[in-house]
């Protein structure tokens, strides 16, 4: 071969070095300029900072970003389950848009090819549009429905929030140990890294890593690493972010010309069955226990497959069959068998599920061998 | 289009300029026949000769002006523009014919409530196959057709050089390409304006702007497009360079459109995509969101322009140092 041609080939060589390196630049950027480095601190005093700098004034500040939401759980194939479907976040990635202006003015807006769904909530009112079915609607949120469901936990007003840290801590120290990495950076912000480890043994996750801003303490992201894999099996948080009052545009929303218009109020339906409901939940929660403690704890619940199949197809409208949904994961569960008994075990990433045949359902982030272990607890 | 007929194509533009052939010739190198017909490229100047050598930019231009004229004259190509241009009065007939039953979808509602819709709706339809076609078919023959028809070695003969001869070459798919997506959006807005009602347009994420803005959109979307397009004419002309079959690098680079497609189709695969071409081609819809997605079209045309980087500097590596056997 000619020296030439060595010459002219070194050109698009070069050239796909340059973009390949474009393409790898932002790991490689910080990797080489090192980690952005913030001033230690404790769990505690991180989580007083958190908590004093999203109290005042009203919450979170403005804000605008993209989220992205990946889940690689190593659950079975599922059968093509609707985009909105809930189900579809089980896997893959999604990205939604948010713009964030105060604590009543919000839009979420998630685009899909040539389409759009949007909800936007400006003051006491609130919009959900759907450009694929070209329906708007009106939400209203009933009052004092929201009251009653409030959870009874500390508001973080009625202390400081070095005494909202202590109390945090206390009780996830028990079985946890947490730390902080001050190293990290989510959507180009250097952030604190709040990890949680589980202490027990046989549990599934091996940390929670919870990135705050390390300027406005905000929670960027959210990842769970399963034990045995680098990557977060299921991770949330933001890929790109300003802390920018996003234009106020994004917040007013008119219904189009010729689009529909529908009202939806919420907590209506709550109130309404709310009494059936209550019952149930007490009737479940009844026969439904806890084997184990903290990250090792399994629950057991009564269950039977045909009372899923005929049930549930009454309450789901749109996306997939959830009784080809329950054949085909079971498909991929695999038998299993000890003194307990005998039953079916689904294994993914994070949780581990064992169906056993005398109508049990156990549900943990544990090891087989740990749920197994529980179903022996009679 | 035969050998015989291209030939005859030239012939018909370049005769007048016989006469004045031999004042341009460079002695010796190729002989009197032959280098009628490389001459014949220039298209007739109306002054009559031109001085040897005194217009070298202007024979840059001269050149992709002649190509252009080739291009634009050749029957497949019309006949290619004339389907692009009526798919869309098709699918504006057939969504006429749909929501005049009542039953209405979304994107039937959105283009049945607006002319200028059915522009984005034809574009997401043919982007990903039709066009391409189109365009890798001339960009794909633009080497490898001059090659295999016996006429490369004297368009080489002519004083112009293999890089200059390149980048006419590829300007010229870039210009069908734009020309390829102007024909679309063109047939699309006047199918819409003459089937549907105008108004202002309900963007995706349910704001409503007006007529100028949506015109302007459009615009944006068919300079997108477009570019997409080009990068796509940027890997079929370095296909171009390694063969002399011409069907051979338009298959082969519809191949790697259809690949990407199902590649793309393939959920575990999901890391992958962002890097294949075709995953950009649709995200034109960006310009459909308030505020419009700048990111999502940023993106786009990066990729687009690292591919037309790669994939002609192949085409330049290759073709410089080729051999020009035929």
Redesign the interface.
Known sequence: M?R??FV??G??I???AV?GG??GAGPVIAAVSGEPVLPERSAQQLLADAVAANSKDGGLPPMSG?VQQTASLGLPALPQAGEASPLSLL???HEV?VWYGAADKLRV?M?T????T?LIVNGGQA?Y??????T?TKLTIKAGARKEHELPTPRPTDLTPQQVAERLLANVDQHTAVRVINTAEVAGRPVYQLVLAPKAEGSLVQEIRIALDGETYVPLQVQVYAKGSAEPAFQVGFT?VTFTPP?A??FT???????KVEEQTIGADFAENEEQRAEHAKDVAGQAKVVGEGWAAVAVVPFSLENLKTEAPAGQERGADPGALVDSVLKSATPVSGTWGSGKLIRTKLVTALLTDDGRLLVGAVTPEEITKAAGVK | MSTAEKADTRAATGDPEAGTDAARRTPGLVPVAETMRTTERHPPEPSGAVPAGAGRPWAFWRLLGSELGLTFRRPRNLVMLAVLGAVPVIIGIALRVVASDGQMGGMIQDVAGNSLMLTFVSFSFLVLLLMPVAVSVVAGDSIAGEAGAGTLRYLLAAPAGRTRLLLVKYLNAVVFAYAVTAVVALSALLTGLILFPAGPVTLLSGTTVSVADGLLRILITVGYVGAAMAALAAIALALSTFTEVSIGAIAATLVLVIVCQVLRAIPELGSITPYLLPTRFTNFDAVLRSPIDTGALREGLLAFGAYIVLFGSIAWARFSGKDITS
């Open positions: 000619r030439g041609t002219r080939w050109v698009p070069a050239a796909a973009i474009a393409i993209t896997s893959g990635s848009k807006a685009p090819q040539l389409n759009e949007n919009w549009w759907d450009s694929s079915t070209n708007a790109q234009a545009e994004n929303f008119t219904p189009p010309a010729g689009a």
